[in-house]
């Protein structure tokens, strides 16, 4: 074996057994604050999204509260609350790649657990596992006491 190709299998075992070769570098609250203001359509942006923290494969956004999210009843819509947890988890997935790029949602799953009257919702999304086309993840939505109002699990398909 020559001495490169030795070389590039060293390299190749190593990157296996320590994730953190290559990593991309997880976007700040800017990034972040730049990607919603950004990439979104306009009536996404009208939710008023924020960043709020995150991890290396997780991002909360809080949704704040307006008036205009309500229905006739007084409770967010169901249709605010999945279109936060749809855009909060591409942002999540463009957290852990180091910045945006093409994707899709192959699916969204959600269960609405309680009424949200007033407050702010925090939106947590979370990556479960990341493949090479496709990113299973799960979302939180809590409202202003803690309480989980909703739950979502999705699939995300990468299109580059």
């Keep these: 074996m020559t001495d490169a190709l030795s070389a590039d299998h060293t390299t190749a075992r190593k990157q296996r057994r320590d994730p953190t070769i290559d990593k991309p570098n997880p976007m700040d609250k800017s ?6 203001d950004t990439t979104f359509a306009p009536w996404i942006r009208d939710l008023g999204l924020a960043p709020e923290s995150s991890t290396d494969t997780s991002v909360t956004l809080r949704l704040p509260q307006a008036d205009k999210l309500r229905h006739v009843g007084g409770v967010i819509c169901g249709q605010v609350f999945m279109a936060a947890a749809d855009t909060t988890m591409i942002v999540a997935i463009a957290h852990a790649l180091g910045g945006f790029q093409p994707m899709t949602t192959v699916s969204l799953t959600t269960s609405f657990l309680r009424p949200v009257k007033t407050g702010d919702v ?22 202003e006491t803690g309480a989980l109002a909703a739950h979502a699990t999705t699939t995300v398909m990468l299109l580059t």
């Excluded at 925090?122 to 809590?142: C, D, P, Y």
């Design 31 to 36: 990034a972040i604050r730049f990607l919603l």
């Design 122 to 143: 925090l939106v947590t999304a979370s990556i479960l596992r990341r493949g090479r086309n496709l990113v299973f993840g799960e979302i939180e939505l809590h409202d």
